[in-house]
C-alpha cells in the first residue's frame, strides 16, 4: 500500500496526473489460432457523467464528473496495464495486447494476457479469485469546467466537470481500491482549497446569521 502511494504521489507531483477507480468486469481464458491460452481482463475504466464525491465539509462538497466527449482529443496512443501503477508492463497499447474502445456509457479496456508466462498468470489467477477486483486510471487533463450551487440546508456543492483529457496513461490492476488509497493523495491535493472554501462557506454562514439577528432585531423593536 505505501509503494502505491508513493507511485501515486509522485505521478501527481511531477506530472500532474489524476487517478480514478473502476471495477474488473470480466476475466475468461481463450484459445489463440495457435492452440496456445491467452488470459483476458476486461473492465471498464471511466464510466461518463457520473458524480464522484472528492471532499465533503460541514460547509463545502466537491463533486467531479468525466464528460463523454472527454476522450475525443485525448493522447492514447501508448497506454500501459500495469500492477499498483508501477513495476512490470503486462499489456500496452503500443502492440495492441491492450485494448481500449471508448463508448456511449464510458471508456472499455481489454488485457490480453499469456498464460505461459508466470507472472501474467498469477495476476490473472488473484484477478479470477476476486482477491484483486479494483483496476486505477491515470491520467492528466486539458480542460475542464466548475459550477457552484449555493445551499441553505446542506453544504454549497461545486461540481467539477472534465470536458477534455489530454493524455492516459495507464490502466492498473491495484490490490487496494485505487480511490480508497489516492483519496489519502487527492486530500493533500485539495487541502488548502478544501480549508479555503470551509473557511469562506463559514464566514458566509456567520454574516447570515448575524444579518439574521440584525433583522430579528428591528422586527422586535418594532
Known amino acids: 500500500m505505501n509503494k502505491e502511494i508513493d507511485n501515486i504521489e509522485k505521478l501527481m507531483n511531477e506530472k500532474n496526473v489524476e487517478f480514478r477507480d473502476f471495477r474488473i468486469t470480466r476475466v475468461e481464458t481463450r484459445k489463440n489460432e495457435d492452440e496456445t491460452e491467452s488470459l483476458i481482463v476486461e473492465g471498464v ?130 490490490d487496494i481500491p485505487a480511490y480508497d488509497t489516492t483519496s489519502i493523495s487527492a486530500r493533500k491535493a485539495f487541502n488548502a482549497e478544501s480549508k479555503e472554501r470551509e473557511a469562506e462557506s463559514l464566514r458566509n454562514a456567520k454574516e447570515l446569521e448575524l444579518e439574521k439577528a440584525k433583522y430579528d432585531y428591528l422586527e422586535v423593536k418594532k
Open 45 to 174: 475504466p471511466c464510466v461518463f457523467d457520473t458524480e464522484t464525491v472528492l471532499f465533503k465539509g460541514k460547509y463545502w462538497e466537491f463533486r467531479e464528473k468525466i464528460d463523454k466527449k472527454a476522450f475525443d482529443e485525448a493522447d492514447m496512443t501508448d497506454v500501459i496495464f500495469n500492477y499498483n501503477h508501477g513495476g512490470r508492463v503486462f499489456a500496452r497499447t503500443r502492440n495492441k495486447s491492450l485494448e481500449l474502445k471508448v463508448k456511449d456509457d464510458g471508456l472499455h479496456m481489454k488485457a490480453t494476457l499469456k498464460k505461459e508466462d508466470r507472472g501474467h498468470k498469477e495476476l490473472y489467477s488473484d484477478i479470477e479469485s476476486g482477491l484483486i477486483d479494483r483496476m486505477s486510471i491515470a491520467f492528466s487533463v486539458k480542460e475542464n469546467k466548475f459550477e457552484v450551487t449555493e445551499r441553505s440546508d446542506e453544504p454549497d456543492l461545486e461540481i467539477r466537470t472534465i470536458t477534455k483529457i489530454e493524455r492516459l496513461y495507464d490502466v492498473s490492476a491495484v
